[in-house]
């Protein structure tokens, strides 16, 4: 058992606990705390396998800017004591149902093209990573340049959206 | 540093926490953690995709991750001034009473 295999398990652990954390949390800002958790122990799978630039994209991206963002909105709207609704007593063991049927048939069809993977090499981070990084650069700034400029467009988009969504008429109260 | 861990327990981890996203998405009824099942659904899959990724040897995977990431951010930052407005307009975000089209 080397040390790459320990740190996957116990990574494996905190993610899969962290997720179920993020289901049974009743305050939001707990949930919230969970989510950056798990979106951490993915940044480190990200590194395991590989990908500096996409692991530290996770952390700046996902666990910085949206998860503050979701942070602001729970504090602006007090959302973290919100009374809970009527609850359908038939709705949660048929979720639980339901999720255990996908995880099944994800994990059934996993298992039925594994002679597909098993001839792939397993992912390791062996590679050079500067130069896989050089890579990634040039790569994402020629064969991908249209995509990539289109995502400044989409931000753009959703930021005058966002604006014009919250943007309060004039007169109306509240 | 030896590596040998099989791609078939990334894609096992990535397939856990799909589902688990899934379940969120059901059993919740909050919109906000409703939304941040669906932000842990997108990391399942860019996991899946950095672990083919690296066992195929290309960087594609890399680069459709991080336009994945690009994407979610809008989608995010829209979703939640929809729930503002809804907070604003009916003072509650539970997801049940959102069964009207009218404001």
């Keep these: 058992m080397n040390l790459t295999l320990i740190l996957f398990i116990i990574l494996a652990a905190v993610a899969i606990a962290s997720a179920a954390g993020l289901l049974i949390s009743r305050n939001t800002v707990y949930a919230a705390l969970f989510l950056v958790l798990n979106f951490a122990t993915v940044a480190v799978f990200y590194l395991i396998l590989g990908a500096p630039f996409i692991a530290l994209a996770q952390v700046t991206i996902y666990a910085g800017a949206i998860m503050v963002l979701f942070l602001f909105v729970i504090m602006l709207l007090g959302a973290d004591k919100l009374p809970s609704s009527q609850v359908l007593p038939w709705q949660r063991p048929l979720a639980i149902v339901l999720a255990a049927v996908l995880l099944v048939e994800a994990g059934f069809l996993l298992f039925q093209r594994l002679q597909i993977t098993a001839g792939l090499t397993n992912p390791d981070a062996s590679v050079n990573t500067t130069q896989a990084l050089q890579t990634l650069g040039l790569e994402l700034f020629s064969q991908y340049l249209l995509p990539f400029e289109m995502t400044s467009v989409l931000l753009l988009v959703a930021m005058v959206g966002v604006i014009v969504l919250t943007k309060k008429e004039k007169g109306e109260p509240g | ?103």
Excluded at chain 2, 14 to 40: K, W
């Design chain 2, 1 to 103: 540093m030896p590596n040998t861990i099989p791609l078939s327990w990334y894609l096992g981890i990535s397939a856990a926490l799909f589902a688990m996203g899934a379940l969120g998405v059901l059993i919740r009824r909050n919109p906000l953690i409703i939304f941040m099942s669906i932000e842990l659904m997108l990391n399942a899959a860019n996991l899946a995709f950095l672990a083919f990724a690296r066992s195929f040897g290309v960087l594609t995977g890399q680069i459709f991750v991080f336009f994945v990431m690009t994407v979610s951010a809008a989608e995010v930052a829209v979703g939640l001034a929809l729930i503002i407005i809804i907070f604003r307009n009916k003072h509650s975000i539970d997801v049940d009473l959102m069964n009207s089209l009218k404001g």
